[in-house]
């Protein structure tokens, strides 16, 4: 059985661990949310980094960690160097999911008898993720053949917060955000960039619900599982009860646990490097 660690600012990678679990159900899994620093779109590059190396270094040098994901878009694309220059344990990050998003767009518009359009991925993400030349070296590489449309928000994150501490979506809101791509010009497919997204899905399908919604939680279940399959040592057992940390313990974290505890995680525990 191998002890894995799902890092984020938030919440948004319980939809990582459900696309985890479905795969590998008989492991240790460790969630570790930095709330006191949340939302991670709206720190400088710089103070991301050192956050970041400073948790997880403590976290695991205090408990036994053989892979760790960095469940969050943001964080991924600007501290997974400075980690696994760190750390001797794998650390797997999280990219949008363009290229199957291109690939199904591709063959949707070939299945397709209507139009000689070219397919319309379209990528909603974070701002940080949105500018990133990272973002941009994907979409050149996977999606140059394609239009491909991008929208950066922050009010995604805070509203799939908000739903998991039991308060309702607002709709009209949502219709907001979602505004460049309402109607016929909207996208065939669109990439969930950000794992907070993923807890919005019926709610973004309410809004546009002629796109197929594409996420990588998918893709990282698959590269745990090839990592772990190169572990000869970690048998599978039955797992533990999964153990839920933040970093600062507020009324509304210990409402949002109550989201976990429905997925099999013990008591919210509050870490500090």
């Avoid at 928000?153 to 809101?173: F, H, N, W, Y």
């Avoid at 899905?201 to 619900?209: F, G, K, R, V, W």
């Amino acid at each position: 059985m191998a002890n894995i660690l799902i890092f984020d600012s938030g919440m948004g990678g319980l939809s990582v661990y459900r696309e985890l679990n479905q795969t590998l159900s008989g492991h240790q899994y460790l969630y570790l949310f930095d709330n006191a620093c949340f939302p991670y779109g709206e720190l400088t590059e710089s103070r991301l980094v050192a956050r970041v190396v400073e948790l997880f270094e403590a976290f695991v040098a205090r408990y036994p960690i053989d892979i760790a994901i960095i469940a969050c878009n943001t964080a991924s694309t600007y501290v997974l160097p400075a980690l696994r220059q760190r750390l001797t344990i794998p650390v797997v990050g999280v990219v949008p999911a363009i290229k199957p998003a291109a690939e199904y767009s591709r063959q949707l518009q070939a299945a397709s008898t209507l139009t000689s359009k070219p397919g319309h991925i379209g990528l909603l993400a974070t701002p940080g993720t949105v500018s990133r030349r990272y973002t941009a070296d994907l979409i050149e590489h996977f999606a140059a053949d394609l239009q491909v449309s991008l929208l950066g928000t922050t009010e995604l994150v805070k509203m799939a917060e908000d739903k998991l501490s039991g308060l309702p979506i607002d709709m009209q809101r949502l219709y907001k955000v979602l505004t460049p791509w309402l109607g016929e010009q909207g996208p065939d497919t669109l990439v969930l960039g950000c794992t907070h997204f993923p807890l919005l899905a019926d709610e973004i399908s309410q809004c546009l619900p002629d796109a197929k919604l594409i996420d990588s939680g998918a893709a990282i279940a698959r590269r745990v599982t090839s990592l772990l399959a190169e572990e000869e040592d970690k048998g599978e057992c039955s797992a533990q009860q999964g153990r839920l940390f933040c970093t600062r313990l507020t009324k509304k974290a210990r409402l949002q646990a109550g989201a976990f505890s429905k997925e099999g995680f013990g008591a919210l525990e509050c870490f500090t490097p």
